[in-house]
């Protein structure tokens, strides 16, 4: 299964990642390049006209090196997804 509804858009509130998708033991994978010290999301939308992405409950430290994040709720070709970033609080 490839993924091809990948949205990557500027809007205010979290920063939207680019990223790529992959398969990693043909389980469809959001791969990006991470920050330390950023914590990234998971979001998905079944309608990239709305723009309404909601979180899909996976998150992960940035750690400076590429990351990979998976639909928890299995991955869906109904689904589009991105990767945003939000600045851990001190």
């Known amino acids: 299964m490839l993924w ?4 990557i858009e500027s809007l ?6 680019d990223s790529t998708d992959i398969n990693v033991e043909d389980t469809p ?5 991470s920050v330390a ?5 998971l979001q998905s939308t079944p309608d990239l006209v709305s723009s309404n992405f909601a979180d899909v409950g996976a998150f992960v430290e940035g750690n400076g090196l590429t990351r990979l994040m998976f639909d ?3 991955p869906s070709t109904k689904k589009n ?6 600045p851990n609080q001190p």
Do not use: M
């Open 81 to 86: 997804y991105r990767v945003v970033s939000v």
């Open 29 to 33: 994978a959001v791969s990006f390049d």
């Open 37 to 41: 010290g950023i914590t990234y999301r």
């Open 72 to 74: 928890p709720a299995g």
């Open 4 to 7: 091809d509804n990948i949205l």
């Open 12 to 17: 205010p509130g979290p920063n939207i990642v």
